[in-house]
């Protein structure tokens, strides 16, 4: 993991994904980060978020473009199950 100003890509990530977890738990849902690899963050969506037909909407329209904008290094957000 790459470090900048003392904190790992990967600690950025879970302060993004702290920000948005309200908005996924008020519909039912969560988001766990599983890893993540070149660049590539790994997200396992859990409850309500998991089963739901929107669930890519939610991963790539809005957990994927706010990690984007907000850490340096990530290139991509993948959903694992």
């Known amino acids: 993991m790459s470090e900048t100003q003392g904190t790992t890509i990967y600690d950025e990530v879970q302060?993004?994904?702290e920000?948005?977890?309200p908005f996924l738990q008020r519909d039912g849902g969560d988001v766990e980060l599983?890893?993540?690899?070149?660049?590539?963050v790994k997200l396992k969506l859990?409850?309500?978020?998991?089963?739901c037909p929107?669930?890519?909407?939610?991963?790539?329209a809005g957990?994927?473009?706010?990690?984007?904008e907000e850490v340096e290094?990530?290139?991509?957000?993948?959903q694992v199950f």
């Open 15 to 17: 302060e993004v994904l």
């Open 19 to 21: 920000k948005l977890r």
């Open 34 to 40: 599983v890893d993540i690899e070149d660049g590539i």
């Open 46 to 51: 859990m409850g309500a978020c998991g089963s």
């Open 54 to 60: 929107s669930s890519t909407i939610t991963l790539k």
């Open 63 to 68: 957990i994927e473009r706010a990690l984007l």
């Open 73 to 78: 290094g990530v290139t991509e957000v993948m």
